[in-house]
């Protein structure tokens, strides 16, 4: 089956410590992105990734970090210098970020909270 | 600054009767709108694109308008099911840029 995975669907850390989201995706999408999703709230970009070994900064990057190491993946540290990181994290990708045309599609998403 | 506006009510409506959500944006020129799905605890799914230079676009029960004067989307269900309840985002972009999404309005549909 075509599509995004992310994992854990559910994560719990301690304040300090940082934590790794997973998003893997087999859609041989260039573009993927990452979401932050808290109550109420609309989707705030953290990071986006146009190709691989390129990312830029979205809304919202401080506090957070990404790789994309290879086509299908794109990983999302969360570290202790992000202040509110409780929150629902949503991966996305699509053929290309161009003018808006191009559909996304999104992961099951991963709850992440800090005790 | 640019914003894009959902009601943030929830609508209540019954099975059978038509859904109208709106969309209504600032300080953007979008060439593209795009409306998503997103049930409780699950990543939105895309559900129609419409063009600036298109009025209308439809999808099975779904209907879509953009008017680019007013600013607005309007997004419709016609004879709305219980199983339509769920939130639905609208997104634009303006330009080579990423999606900017709305914060979405939650429709309920009472059997």
């Known amino acids: 089956d075509g599509g995004i995975t992310q994992s854990p669907k559910y994560l719990f850390r301690k304040e300090g410590q940082n934590v790794t989201l997973s998003c893997e995706q087999n859609l041989n999408h260039d573009a993927m992105y990452w979401y932050r999703q808290d109550p109420g709230q609309g989707l705030r970009l953290i990071y986006y990734s146009q190709i691989v070994n390129d990312f830029q900064k979205g809304d919202i990057a401080e506090g957070y970090s990404v790789s994309r190491e290879k086509k299908e993946s794109f990983p999302l540290t969360v570290t202790s210098a992000q202040k509110n990181p409780t929150a629902f994290y949503l991966c996305a990708s699509s053929i290309a970020v161009s003018e808006g045309y191009n559909e996304q599609f999104f992961g099951p998403g991963t709850r992440l909270t800090v005790l | 600054s640019q914003k894009i506006e959902q009601n943030s009510e929830a609508l209540n409506i019954q099975e059978g009767k038509t859904a109208t959500l709106t969309c209504n944006y600032t300080n953007y020129s979008p060439a593209y709108l795009q409306w998503y799905r997103q049930d409780p605890g699950r990543g939105p799914v895309f559900l129609l694109l419409?063009?600036?230079?298109?009025k209308e676009k439809r999808k099975e029960r779904l209907k879509v308008t953009f008017d680019t004067t007013l600013k607005q989307s309007l997004f419709h269900i016609t004879a709305s099911q219980p199983a339509d309840s769920a939130t639905y985002l609208c997104?634009?972009?303006?330009?080579?840029?990423?999606?900017?999404f709305g914060k979405g309005t939650m429709l309920l549909v009472s059997p």
């Open positions: 419409i063009r600036e230079n298109e």
């Open positions: 997104a634009l972009v303006a330009g080579y840029s990423t999606l900017t």
